[in-house]
């Protein structure tokens, strides 16, 4: 018989364990500065629920169930939808309401470098009423972003920032001729044309072009369509003009670019000189559907094979779907903790300031890791008896041990501990009295 574990799945051993608890420590703490508050929603939901966020077809990527009383039921797939479905059910909801999550979920997706089908996310969420500036709320959300980043050793990195309302009326325009937000009952093709720029940095031209031809579109106006999915630059004019320049080709004139101008200007100024690496992306769409203003992504530079490491944006739509209050709006940010820690030097997380006794007596070491422990200091142990001292030297830097106290016949008849630093070698005899004070000024 086999015993292995379900594809998609594996066991976290201790590096990685210690790289995943550095960025949940570092988020706790991002959490506390910035006046989160901490929530767990439930790891099973009704599978409805699941479904009211990405629709029937869910299924197909998620892992679900029916249980003893044949009830349709699911794991959590993100952290949005039980956040949401919690805050929707609350009537005496104080906006604006923040709140952080840390937890691990379940996709069936195919599985790749950083991607698994049971994974950690961190998640922040501001939850306002829609009367307010949302560009405010998602600056907050953003500077919580670079600040966790910047804890956990991460500083090279890309903001990539559009607004969802800019992409659907380029699409509306491109379909109907018109430069603004799409009837509702012509919505799901500008989804449709949408999803393609979701694509551009994943496929070529030439098959985003015979996509779109196939959806319907001219040629010609499926080229436009990649051109205004390359538009992006971190100096608004610069977006202005490129942007201009494309409407211009569809036949937009007058009244609607003096108007595009003011529109980019009021979604993105606050951000040109507050956030440090953004870049401007007008086809930065995010795949979600309920999507529908601002939506972001996080690259690390020194990793962009990964894809994006954190990433979101405004969702009033979800919230209607959960028939929360009219006037309810929510902006969110995720981000994958096996993504991230591909970043995150593994060397960095063996420095634990571990102890490791090397006792080669059958008594005499109890004590001695009491008093260590008590004065939190970590520390292991290792007997040996009359075995090779060498065999504990090797415990002690399998275990990634700073220092090995070695408890001898000879040493202990003298008061004394030998001391050996892991690193140096530098090996020093140390009285009983003051080895608690030596060991701590050399962690």
């Given at each position: 018989m086999s015993f292995r574990l379900p594809r998609g799945m594996r066991d976290i051993e201790e590096n990685e364990y210690a790289r995943i608890e550095k960025v949940r420590n570092a988020f706790n703490e991002t959490c506390r500065i910035f006046g989160f508050k901490r929530?767990?929603?439930?790891?099973i939901e009704m599978l409805s629920t699941l479904e009211a966020k990405s629709g029937p077809g869910i299924k197909e990527e998620i892992y679900h169930f029916k249980d003893k009383k044949e009830r349709d039921l699911g794991?959590?797939?993100?952290?949005?939808?039980?956040?949401?479905?919690?805050?929707?059910?609350?009537?005496?909801?104080?906006?604006p309401f923040r709140v952080g999550t840390f937890g691990d979920m379940f996709r069936y997706d195919e599985p790749q470098k950083g991607r698994y089908r049971w994974f950690h996310q961190w998640n922040a969420e501001i939850y306002y009423t829609i009367k307010d500036n949302p560009s405010n709320h998602v600056l907050e959300l953003l500077k919580f972003s670079t600040s966790l980043l910047d804890k956990i050793g991460i500083g090279d990195f890309k903001i990539r920032l559009g607004h969802r309302e800019l992409a659907e009326s380029f699409v509306n325009a491109l379909l109907y001729g018109k430069l603004e937000q799409p009837e509702s009952n012509k919505q799901q093709e500008v989804t449709t044309i949408l999803r393609l720029l979701d694509k551009i940095e994943k496929k070529t031209e030439k098959q985003i072009v015979d996509e779109a031809i196939e959806l319907g579109l001219k040629e010609?106006?499926?080229?436009t369509l990649v051109k205004f999915g390359k538009i992006k630059s971190s100096n608004i004019n610069t977006l202005k003009q490129e942007y201009v320049s494309v409407l211009q080709e569809i036949g937009m004139i007058g009244r609607?670019?003096?108007?595009?101008?003011?529109v980019i200007k009021s979604y993105f100024r606050l951000f040109e000189s507050k956030i440090k690496n953004i870049e401007f992306d007008l086809g930065l769409v995010r795949g979600m559907d309920y999507y529908d203003g601002y939506v972001f992504e996080i690259v690390d530079l020194n990793n962009k094979e990964i894809g994006s490491i954190a990433g979101g944006g405004e969702y009033t739509r979800l919230i209607k779907s959960f028939s929360g209050p009219d006037n309810l709006s929510a902006i969110g940010i995720a981000g994958g903790i096996e993504r991230t820690i591909e970043s995150i030097d593994e060397n960095q997380e063996k420095t634990n300031n571990l102890i490791s006794i090397i006792s080669l007596l059958e008594e005499g070491a109890e004590d001695l890791i009491d008093i260590l422990r008590d004065n939190n200091i970590p520390t292991t142990y290792r007997q040996l008896d009359n075995e090779d001292i060498k065999k504990g030297l090797k415990f002690a830097a399998v275990n990634n041990a700073n220092i090995a106290i070695i408890i001898g016949k000879n040493e202990l008849a003298d008061g004394k501990y030998r001391v050996k630093d892991m690193k140096t070698g530098k090996e020093e005899l140390v009285k009983k009295e003051s080895v608690v004070d030596f060991i701590k000024e050399l962690i």
């Amino acid at each position: 018989m086999s015993f292995r574990l379900p594809r998609g799945m594996r066991d976290i051993e201790e590096n990685e364990y210690a790289r995943i608890e550095k960025v949940r420590n570092a988020f706790n703490e991002t959490c506390r500065i910035f006046g989160f508050k901490r929530f767990m929603p439930s790891p099973i939901e009704m599978l409805s629920t699941l479904e009211a966020k990405s629709g029937p077809g869910i299924k197909e990527e998620i892992y679900h169930f029916k249980d003893k009383k044949e009830r349709d039921l699911g794991l959590r797939f993100d952290l949005t939808v039980g956040i949401t479905r919690h805050i929707t059910g609350k009537k005496d909801l104080r906006r604006p309401f923040r709140v952080g999550t840390f937890g691990d979920m379940f996709r069936y997706d195919e599985p790749q470098k950083g991607r698994y089908r049971w994974f950690h996310q961190w998640n922040a969420e501001i939850y306002y009423t829609i009367k307010d500036n949302p560009s405010n709320h998602v600056l907050e959300l953003l500077k919580f972003s670079t600040s966790l980043l910047d804890k956990i050793g991460i500083g090279d990195f890309k903001i990539r920032l559009g607004h969802r309302e800019l992409a659907e009326s380029f699409v509306n325009a491109l379909l109907y001729g018109k430069l603004e937000q799409p009837e509702s009952n012509k919505q799901q093709e500008v989804t449709t044309i949408l999803r393609l720029l979701d694509k551009i940095e994943k496929k070529t031209e030439k098959q985003i072009v015979d996509e779109a031809i196939e959806l319907g579109l001219k040629e010609e106006k499926a080229k436009t369509l990649v051109k205004f999915g390359k538009i992006k630059s971190s100096n608004i004019n610069t977006l202005k003009q490129e942007y201009v320049s494309v409407l211009q080709e569809i036949g937009m004139i007058g009244r609607d670019i003096e108007e595009t101008s003011d529109v980019i200007k009021s979604y993105f100024r606050l951000f040109e000189s507050k956030i440090k690496n953004i870049e401007f992306d007008l086809g930065l769409v995010r795949g979600m559907d309920y999507y529908d203003g601002y939506v972001f992504e996080i690259v690390d530079l020194n990793n962009k094979e990964i894809g994006s490491i954190a990433g979101g944006g405004e969702y009033t739509r979800l919230i209607k779907s959960f028939s929360g209050p009219d006037n309810l709006s929510a902006i969110g940010i995720a981000g994958g903790i096996e993504r991230t820690i591909e970043s995150i030097d593994e060397n960095q997380e063996k420095t634990n300031n571990l102890i490791s006794i090397i006792s080669l007596l059958e008594e005499g070491a109890e004590d001695l890791i009491d008093i260590l422990r008590d004065n939190n200091i970590p520390t292991t142990y290792r007997q040996l008896d009359n075995e090779d001292i060498k065999k504990g030297l090797k415990f002690a830097a399998v275990n990634n041990a700073n220092i090995a106290i070695i408890i001898g016949k000879n040493e202990l008849a003298d008061g004394k501990y030998r001391v050996k630093d892991m690193k140096t070698g530098k090996e020093e005899l140390v009285k009983k009295e003051s080895v608690v004070d030596f060991i701590k000024e050399l962690i």
